[in-house]
């Protein structure tokens, strides 16, 4: 069982930046390993930011302006968010799977709210 805790949400103005934190329970890197990041806004369905495995997949709405990284030894994924816009106003969620055993799991979330 893997544990995902992010942090780092928060309210800030059209351009600005913010970074999301997901510290991990225990590893998540491996080659099986995916990890990512999903946001969900207010009346809207899930939806893909950015996931890593063995290639790393960001959604168009966000390419040039949100960049992925871990910490292998701290066991954390972060989101590094640029020229924020209102529209990615949404509630960000942590992902985590193993490819091989099938495992998943997600986070609580973290707010995002970016006003203009």
């Known amino acids: 069982q893997v544990q995902l805790v992010e942090s780092g949400g928060g309210l800030v103005q059209a351009g600005g930046s913010l970074t999301l934190s997901c510290a991990a329970s225990?590893?998540?890197?491996?080659?099986?390993?995916?990890v990512g990041w999903y946001r969900q806004a207010l009346g809207k369905q899930r939806e893909l930011v950015v996931t890593?495995?063995?290639?790393?997949n960001y959604a168009d709405s966000v390419k040039g302006r949100f960049t992925i990284s871990r910490d292998n030894a701290k066991n954390t994924v972060y989101l590094q968010m640029n020229s924020l816009k209102p529209e990615d106003t949404a509630v960000y969620y942590c992902?985590?799977?193993?490819?091989?055993?099938?495992?998943?799991?997600w986070g609580q979330g973290t707010q995002v709210t970016v006003h203009s």
């Open positions: 225990r590893s998540i890197s491996g080659i099986n390993a995916v």
């Open positions: 890593v495995g063995r290639s790393t």
């Open positions: 992902y985590y799977s193993n490819a091989f055993s099938g495992y998943n799991t």
